[in-house]
């Protein structure tokens, strides 16, 4: 038997699982100032990824990239549900 699809999705729903509160976190004390931040991480992952013979490792990384890289949006999105009161707006960054 062969687990490499089986670890690379758990791994997959681990990341994207782990990046929901990373994005609310990182909106609520830090605003969308950070996103060039992930932006960055991001490329680096995907670059890193592409060098790596590992399937499951680089799959990982590339996974790790696209969150990052989704991440800027998802920063921006926030802030739009915060100004929506859907999530609490930090009342000392403002």
């Not at 969150?67 to 915060?82: A, G, M, N, T």
């Amino acid at each position: 038997m062969f687990f490499t699809g089986i670890i690379i999705a758990l791994a997959t729903f681990l990341i994207i699982g782990l990046f929901h509160p990373i994005v609310i976190k990182t909106q609520y004390h830090s605003g969308t100032s950070l996103w060039w931040l992930f932006a960055v991480l991001g490329m680096i992952c995907i670059i890193i990824a592409l060098f790596i013979e590992n399937v499951i490792v680089s799959s990982i990384m590339g996974v790790l990239g696209a969150s990052f890289l989704w991440s800027v949006k998802e920063l921006f999105e926030q802030e739009k549900r915060v100004e929506k009161g859907w999530f609490p707006k930090n009342p000392n960054r403002d």
